[in-house]
């Protein structure tokens, strides 16, 4: 079993800044892809970024140059620095793994981080 968990969301007030964290533990053989998505209410879950094993980033239109994605590979743990937030950055934030557990590749999600940007 593998298990993501998050940290770092809260409330912040517009052009503030977050630091989320997520870490991955359990049965891991190697870890192919982390990244960070979300999703506001009555909206679909979007993809904000994702890091590659070999440090290959991609940002939402929405984020570029706002937010930072980040990985310690030696501990399994991917970050996403948000500068700049805005009231449209407020969602849950759900971390994502594509993790070869032995031989087989699968998708693990985080529980969620309620994120709230608001004066």
């Known amino acids: 079993q593998v298990q993501l968990v998050e940290s770092g969301g809260g409330l912040v007030q517009p052009g503030g800044s977050l630091r989320l964290s997520c870490a991955a533990s359990?049965?891991?053989?190697?870890?192919?892809?982390m990244g960070w998505y979300r999703q506001a209410p009555g909206k679909q879950r979007e993809l904000v970024a994702s890091?590659?094993?070999?440090?290959?980033?991609n940002y939402a239109e929405s984020v570029k140059g706002r937010f930072t994605i980040s990985r310690d590979i030696a501990k399994n743990t991917v970050y996403l620095q948000m500068n700049s937030l805005k009231p449209e950055d407020t969602a849950v934030y759900y971390c994502?793994?594509?993790?070869?557990?032995?031989?087989?590749?699968?998708?693990?999600w985080g529980q969620g981080t309620q994120v709230t940007v608001s004066s």
């Open positions: 994502n793994a594509l993790i070869y557990s032995g031989s087989i590749l699968r998708d693990y």
């Open positions: 359990g049965s891991i053989f190697s870890i192919q892809q």
């Open positions: 890091i590659t094993s070999g440090t290959t980033t």
